[in-house]
Nanobody, 122 residues
């Protein structure tokens, strides 16, 4: 089993920036594609960004394109999400996920972290 844990969330003012981190532990012999999702209260989990195992492919949700950047760390199955120009609609719990291929579907990821809260104040 692969365990993921997110960090870096908190209370941020609108227009500000924050970087989320995702660290892996457990069975890390495989290199997985990584994804970031978010969920606001009362809403479905939403795709934010994904990156391939090699780091050569990335994709973003329409609402975050041009503002957020996903990257991989030097440690296996580590990922980051740099979030700029934040607005109140970015508020939610942000989840890191790992799967075989990069994609936008929640069901395509095998491993999930517990999430980290990001709250953007106006």
């Amino acid at each position: 089993q692969l365990q993921l844990v997110e960090s870096g969330g908190g209370l941020i003012q609108a227009g500000g920036s924050v970087r989320l981190s995702c660290a892996a532990s457990g069975r890390t012999e495989n290199t997985y594609a990584m994804g970031w999702f978010r969920q606001a209260p009362g809403k479905a989990r939403e795709f934010v960004a994904t990156i391939s195992a090699s780091g050569g492919y990335t994709a973003y949700g329409n609402s975050v394109k041009g503002r957020f950047t996903i990257s991989r760390g030097s440690a296996k199955n580590t990922a980051y999400l740099q979030m700029n120009s934040l607005n109140t609609e970015d508020t939610g719990v942000y989840y890191c996920a790992a799967g075989l291929l990069p994609n936008e579907g929640v069901s395509q990821y095998d491993y999930w972290g517990p999430g980290t809260q990001v709250t953007v104040s106006s």
